[in-house]
């Protein structure tokens, strides 16, 4: 087995400048990115591919495709195009372009410069590397970075406001903090168009549990007990006033920013990346978060979670695995790791890296889930379910059909 160790980058940087003249340079690492130049991400990553290759002498020659990464880069990799590094959601770029990668079971048992003498396995996120293991069949494949999880994000000046003294962990405890919310003029939630699909997996999982959730999907079966329940829940959160309004018809980003930057909700089910992406429209906000809360014992408790993260693959057809991997090193311990956290206010993934405040409660909810439910339960893995849930729940909140209506219209 290669023994890749913490002289590794001095070996590189001796290969690196060896016999080279001046402009010259043999290793460089070219790298497709998911990110926009100017988003906070590609900001802070240009920043540290710099920094990198001034420390190492590798160059970094960085391609931010945005998003459409997901439609560009199978087409240049079955085309031979050289790419050393890509990145990617966690799940995309072990399921989607699994066959183009690298395993780097060896790499992540090695010792590096900025792990403190310590194995890399050792100094990040264990649950997100068992993730990727898991993934990749047995094998590591991918390394996360920038994790994320799903809880609901909540203005704490307004719970301080309303009274609320205790984060809701059941049902019966939300019902009781939106009906101080509304006694401050305040609706408990928000949601858009983006994110529906998002909320009734959630009430359903804590309805009925995991395994029904995800047969509700793979059977295309819709007409359990337990979406009656659920449009029975939400009808009355809606008659209530517990769910703005404008909820129905609110297209994304139009809930999180004219209902809960503005203040006119205090919850909202989203991600860890909700305070970077409304930075601009909440500046002052006091951020606070919590896991979606218990409903019926057959369901799933407050320890079952969505979190994940975007990842780092290397091509197996790189020329340069190990300056590649010394790269992803680089950017997912140490200084990088935590400049990335605080410019987008996001979780570092090294363990020893600290929380930006705005996501310390969401720590809380990643350290006590023991159990990952899928993106949105399952309820976006086929585009024809997700739209049926966007139709029918948002004429459920608007009140223009009842919870048994809605139980209906699901199962057709």
Not at 259 to 279: H, Q, S, V
Not at 280 to 298: L, Q, R, T, V
Not at 375 to 383: H, I, L, S
Not at 393 to 401: M, P
């Amino acid at each position: 087995m290669r023994k890749i160790c913490f002289l590794f980058l001095i070996t590189v940087m001796l290969t690196a400048f060896a016999g080279c003249k001046k402009g010259d340079f043999a290793p460089k690492l070219v790298y497709w990115s998911m990110w926009n130049e100017a988003e906070p991400q590609g900001r802070v990553i240009s920043r540290a591919a710099q920094a990198f290759t001034a420390e190492t002498g590798i160059p970094v020659e960085i391609n931010f495709n945005g998003r459409d990464i997901r439609m560009t880069l199978q087409p240049a990799l079955d085309a031979g195009e050289k790419i050393d590094i890509f990145d990617e959601d966690i799940e995309r770029v072990a399921n989607t372009w699994g066959s183009y990668l690298l395993p780097l079971d060896e790499y992540v048992n090695a010792v590096y410069l900025t792990t403190g003498g310590r194995p890399y396995s050792h100094v990040v996120n264990a649950t997100l590397l068992n993730l990727a293991a898991q993934l990749g069949n047995g094998s590591i494949k991918n390394i996360p970075y920038q994790p994320m999880a799903y809880v609901v994000m909540y203005n704490k000046d307004l719970f301080n406001r309303a009274g609320i003294s205790s984060l809701p962990k059941t049902w019966n405890q939300m019902l009781d903090a939106c009906a101080k919310l509304a006694g401050i003029g305040v609706s408990g939630f928000t949601v858009d168009d983006a994110y529906m699909a998002c909320l009734f997996g959630y009430t359903i999982n804590r309805i009925a549990g995991l395994d029904a959730a995800l047969s509700m999907v793979a059977n295309n079966d819709f007409s359990g007990s337990q979406v009656l329940r659920f449009g029975q829940i939400w009808e009355n959160m809606a008659k209530n006033g517990y769910i703005t309004a404008a909820s129905a018809a609110n297209v994304w980003p139009q809930g999180q920013i004219n209902d809960f930057a503005a203040g006119k909700a205090a919850m909202y089910l989203n991600g860890t990346w909700l305070p970077n992406e409304i930075r601009g429209n909440a500046p002052d906000m006091k951020w606070g978060s919590f896991a979606f809360p218990a409903i019926d014992p057959s369901g799933d408790g407050i320890t079952a979670n969505n979190f994940g993260a975007q990842s780092f693959g290397i091509n197996k057809k790189t020329k340069y695995p190990d300056q590649a991997f010394q790269f992803i090193v680089w950017m997912t311990t140490g200084y990088w790791d935590v400049t990335l956290a605080e410019e987008t206010i996001g979780i570092p993934v090294a363990n020893d890296s600290r929380w930006p405040d705005a996501l310390a409660e969401a720590r809380t909810v990643v350290d006590n889930t023991s159990k990952r439910l899928p993106w949105a339960v399952g309820m976006e893995d086929k585009a024809e379910i997700n739209a049926k849930i966007k139709e029918n729940f948002a004429r459920l909140i608007k009140g223009d059909i009842t919870a048994y209506q809605f139980a209906e219209a699901m199962k057709r």
